[in-house]
């Protein structure tokens, strides 16, 4: 079982910056893909941004130029670092990887989400 575990959420102002962090842990042996979506009240759940193993970045058109993923091999880490924050990114941010297990099963999993609110 692979877990998920999020952090660096909170409350910004508008023009702010936060870095969101998620690692993943348990029997992994590799990764496909790891990613960033957002919930907002009302709203379906959405892609932000997204990095393959091998290959470019994705982004959603609404964060292009403001936010950024990257990630950590070695500590199968990856983070949103997210700048020029707006009041309509407020929203709970999940992460998700996919992969395949030691047990050479793919898997999918999504962090337990963290909050993000850009208000003044």
């Known amino acids: 079982q692979v877990q998920l575990v999020e952090s660096g959420g909170g409350l910004v102002q508008p023009g702010g910056s936060l870095r969101l962090s998620c690692k993943a842990s348990?029997?992994?042996?590799?990764?496909?893909?790891m990613g960033w979506y957002r919930q907002a009240p009302g709203k379906q759940r959405e892609l932000v941004a997204s990095?393959?193993?091998?290959?470019?970045?994705n982004y959603a058109d609404s964060v292009k130029g403001r936010f950024t993923i990257s990630k950590d091999n070695a500590q199968n880490t990856v983070y949103l670092q997210m700048n020029s924050l707006k009041p309509e990114d407020t929203a709970v941010y999940y992460c998700?990887?996919?992969?395949?297990?030691?047990?050479?099963?793919?898997?999918?999993?999504w962090g337990q989400g963290t909050q993000v609110t850009v208000s003044s």
């Open positions: 998700n990887v996919d992969g395949v297990t030691g047990r050479l099963r793919l898997f999918d999993s």
């Open positions: 990095i393959p193993s091998g290959g470019s970045s």
């Open positions: 348990g029997s992994i042996v590799s990764i496909s893909a």
